[in-house]
C-alpha cells in the first residue's frame, strides 16, 4: 500500500522559517522524483517545487515565487523529503503536498498535506 | 503556459455525462496533459494522465481526449461520488507543472 505522510506545518511569523518533511512508502522512493504542491485555503493547486532522483543529480527546481526561499532535499535511505521555507510571507499561506512524478509527467502518488499559516 | 476550465461550475444529475474543457494557451503535447479530482479536505487523485489514459484503478466512465490547446475530460456516467473539483495539470520546463483554475461537478 502507497502512504505518503507529510508533517512540519504549523504557524510561523512573516519571515520566520520553517522545515517540512515527507516520509513515502509503497513504491520505489528512490526511482521518483518528488515534488511539493500547495493549495491556498479555497484556492486551486500550485506547484512549489521538485528534487529529481540520484540518475537527474538530485537536482532542485522551483516556482518563480518561492525561489530563492525555499529549498528541497531528499534522504533516499530514510525514502524521505524535505521543504526548508525561509522568508516566509503571508501569501505562503496553504496546505502543502507532498507528491510524487509518476515518470509519465504527472504526479500520481500524494499525502494528505501538511497546513502551513503565516501570520502575525 | 497558462491554462483556462470552462465551465466554472457543472451542475448535473446522476447518469448525466459531465464534459470538461481545459484550454492552453499554447499548443501542449498531448504526453504532457492530465486531469486530477479533488474532493473536499482530501488530495487530489490522478485521473487521465497523457490526455487520455487511465490512472489505475480509474473507473472507464472517466475518459480523456484532445490535442494541441484543447482538451476535454468526459464523465459518461455521473455517479454521486463524482462530486468534486477537477483539475487539468499540463507539464513544461519552467514551471514544471502548471494546473489549471478547475471546474466544480455538483451532482443535483
Known amino acids: 500500500e502507497v502512504q505518503v505522510v507529510e508533517s512540519g506545518g504549523g504557524l510561523v511569523q512573516p519571515g520566520g522559517s520553517l522545515r517540512l518533511s515527507c516520509i513515502a512508502s509503497?513504491?520505489?522512493?528512490?526511482?521518483?522524483?518528488m515534488d511539493w504542491v500547495r493549495q491556498a485555503p479555497g484556492k486551486g493547486l500550485e506547484w512549489v517545487g521538485r528534487?529529481?532522483?540520484?540518475?537527474?543529480?538530485?537536482?532542485?527546481e522551483y516556482a518563480a515565487s518561492v525561489k530563492g526561499r525555499f529549498t528541497a532535499s531528499r534522504d533516499d535511505s530514510k525514502s524521505s523529503v524535505y521543504l526548508q521555507m525561509n522568508s516566509l510571507k503571508t501569501e505562503d499561506t496553504a496546505l502543502y503536498f507532498c507528491?510524487?512524478?509518476?515518470?509519465?509527467?504527472?504526479?500520481?502518488?500524494w499525502g494528505q498535506g501538511t497546513l502551513v499559516t503565516v501570520s502575525s | 503556459i497558462e491554462l483556462t476550465q470552462s465551465p466554472g461550475t457543472l451542475s448535473l444529475s446522476p447518469g448525466e455525462r459531465a464534459t470538461l474543457s481545459c484550454r492552453a494557451s499554447?499548443?501542449?503535447?498531448?504526453?504532457?496533459l492530465a486531469w486530477y479530482q479533488q474532493k473536499p479536505g482530501q488530495a487530489p487523485r490522478l485521473l487521465i494522465y497523457?490526455?487520455?489514459s487511465r490512472a489505475t484503478g480509474i473507473p472507464d466512465r472517466f475518459s480523456g481526449s484532445g490535442s494541441g490547446t484543447d482538451f476535454t475530460l468526459t464523465i459518461s456516467r455521473l455517479e454521486p461520488e463524482d462530486s468534486a473539483v477537477y483539475y487539468c495539470?499540463?507539464?513544461?520546463?519552467?514551471?514544471?507543472?502548471?494546473f489549471g483554475p478547475g471546474t466544480k461537478v455538483d451532482i443535483k
Open positions: 509503497g513504491f520505489t522512493f528512490v526511482d521518483r522524483h
Open positions: 495539470q499540463q507539464f513544461g520546463d519552467s514551471p514544471r507543472f502548471t
Open positions: 499554447q499548443s501542449v503535447s498531448s504526453n504532457y
Open positions: 497523457g490526455a487520455s
Open positions: 528534487i529529481n532522483n540520484k540518475g537527474q543529480g538530485y537536482t532542485t
Open positions: 507528491t510524487s512524478d509518476s515518470g509519465y509527467w504527472s504526479l500520481d502518488y
